[in-house]
T-cell receptor, first 111, second 114 residues
């Protein structure tokens, strides 16, 4: 059983729309959650972290966490073609900062 | 100024050889990691060191041996390379090893085994 699950996509949205990326995790005791963006052939880049239930906003990005449902999501408002990348959900189940990554969702924003 | 730097960027070698990858961070972080990203883009942790001490050692073949000469450096030596070792290896660092510390990644080393 996968510990962190994401829809592989591709998720295709038009420029200017809201992109919604979802992630579920299996370890109920997980406390820290991260979203990374990875362009093709590049390294993962941290874009959001969230630690408590609710929403956290940073510019065009909003992370949402629901620990009861073991669900974390990332919303990207006013999507731009430059947002086209693979988005990796990462969960820290606790202890030594060991991140468990999902397989990633590929987002394609078309003009 | 590159925060987490890895060398080499590309490594092409034959099966059975031994190779090393080096990683350095100038962020002043205490904790460093090695990850493997396979052809399906699945990123999986291999090792972690906190202030030169091994704290995470996942189920990785003994052919892989990490070494941290100081907290700014973490190297990965691989013996008797196999075809299945072909992947991108990422080094990362974080402020500390407690839960919730954001990790920052290097540019990766693309290892290809012929």
């Amino acid at each position: 059983q996968k510990e962190v699950e994401q829809n592989s996509g591709p998720l295709s949205v038009p420029e200017g729309a809201i992109a919604s990326l979802n992630c579920t995790y299996s370890d109920r005791g997980s406390q820290s959650f991260f979203w990374y963006r990875q362009y093709s052939g590049k390294s993962p880049e941290l874009i959001m972290s969230i630690y408590s239930n609710g929403d956290k906003e940073d510019g065009r990005f909003t992370a949402q966490l629901n620990k009861a449902s073991q669900y974390v999501s990332l919303l990207i408002r006013d999507s731009q073609p430059s947002d086209s990348a693979t988005y990796l959900c990462a969960v820290d189940p606790g202890g030594y900062n060991k991140l468990i990554f999902g397989a990633g969702t590929r987002l394609a924003v078309h003009p | 100024d590159t925060a987490v730097s890895q060398t080499p960027k590309y490594l092409v070698t034959q099966m059975g050889n031994d190779k090393s990858i080096k990683c350095e961070q100038n962020l002043g972080h205490d904790t460093m990691y090695w990850y493997k990203q396979d052809s399906k883009k699945f990123l999986k942790i291999m090792f972690s060191y906190n202030n030169k001490e091994l704290i995470i050692n996942e189920t990785v073949p003994n052919r892989f041996s990490p070494k941290s000469p100081d907290k700014a450096h973490l190297n990965l030596h691989i013996n008797s390379l196999e075809l299945g070792d072909s992947a991108v290896y990422f080094c990362a660092s974080s402020q500390g090893a407690t839960a919730g510390q954001p990790q920052h990644f290097g540019d990766g080393t693309r290892l290809s085994i012929l």
